[in-house]
């Protein structure tokens, strides 16, 4: 296991995941293993991206195992969290994803961790976390 700087964890759980799938591993382990993280997991497994993930407690926070579907192209973080209204939310999928339907952008809100698909139809904007396609 490398030591990654905790400068932006999450950044570099996706970093992980993303070039795990490049290799062609079917799984992958990133840390620590926090609350938003895992449901981040949730929102990329009910797009299929991954096939799911296990939480491992190592006491030192836990990490994460995640069975890879390699669906992956490319994923990444969202930096800073920018904070959108739902009307917004097509600039940013101008911006992050390669086409319309194609992809998703994960984000936070008051109802929870969802894909921009499920806060349009809430409604609801929130903070940008990530994308995936």
Request: glycine letters at 14%; aromatic letters at 8%.
């Amino acid at each position: 296991t490398r030591t990654m700087t905790q400068q932006n964890p999450i950044a570099d759980a996706m970093s992980a995941i993303k070039n795990a799938g490049d290799t062609g591993k079917l799984k992958v382990t990133v840390e620590p293993a926090s609350r938003l993280f895992g449901d981040m997991l949730k929102v990329m497994q009910e797009y299929g991206y991954i096939t799911g993930f296990e939480k491992i407690e190592d006491g030192r926070g836990g990490q994460y195992e995640v069975a890879l579907s390699g669906g992956i192209n490319k994923c990444g973080v969202i930096t800073p969290r920018f904070s959108v209204k739902v009307e917004d939310l097509e600039s940013w999928e101008i911006r992050y994803l390669p086409g319309k339907g194609f992809g998703i952008i994960i984000l936070t809100t008051s109802k929870g961790v969802m894909s921009h698909e499920q806060a349009r139809k809430l409604g609801i904007g929130g903070e940008l976390l990530a994308y995936v396609f």
